[in-house]
């Protein structure tokens, strides 16, 4: 799907983004009906984390690796069967880390014009969005990867 310097990149792209806090904390968005921990990871009911407890790091880097994993699955999974540039497959899969891949699914336009390989088209649809509104700061840069691959 990417080359895996391009992985590394998104990987740290998405770290950098996310920011890391070791204890839980309440969604910027979403408060604290979505307790979240580390790098972004929405707490489940089957998660072993506690409020008010500190975990260490090596516990934030085993959880952001597994929610990686499954962001790249789902990333794959609404991209299809069609060839995309690293830098289109990237933003793709920090979209679907950061929201997950009920809420990416619903991004139609975005990715009928990603499968169209109109990337120009892509980036328009991610940019005209309430996630793209929410977290301008964040998306915008993503919005110009796509539109320059």
Not at 70 to 78: L, N
Not at 102 to 118: T, V
Request: hydrophobic content about 40%.
């Amino acid at each position: 799907m990417m080359t895996e310097q391009y992985d590394l990149e998104t990987k740290e792209r998405i770290k950098l983004h996310e920011g890391c806090v070791l204890k839980i904390y309440d969604d910027p968005l979403l408060g604290a009906a979505a307790p979240t921990i580390f790098y972004g990871h929405l707490c489940t009911a089957s998660d072993p984390w506690q409020p008010g407890i500190t975990y260490t790091q090596v516990q934030a880097e085993a959880v952001f690796e597994e929610d990686y994993t499954i962001a790249k699955e789902d990333a794959k999974k609404f991209i299809g069967d069609v060839e995309v540039p690293d830098e289109v497959a990237s933003v793709v899969v920090e979209v679907a880390f950061n929201i997950g891949a009920s809420r990416l699914a619903g991004f139609k336009l975005f990715r009928a014009a990603i499968q169209d390989q109109n990337f120009v088209e892509a980036s328009f649809q991610l940019e005209d969005s309430k996630l793209y509104r929410q977290l301008e700061t964040r998306y915008k840069p993503l919005v110009e990867l796509i539109r320059e691959a």
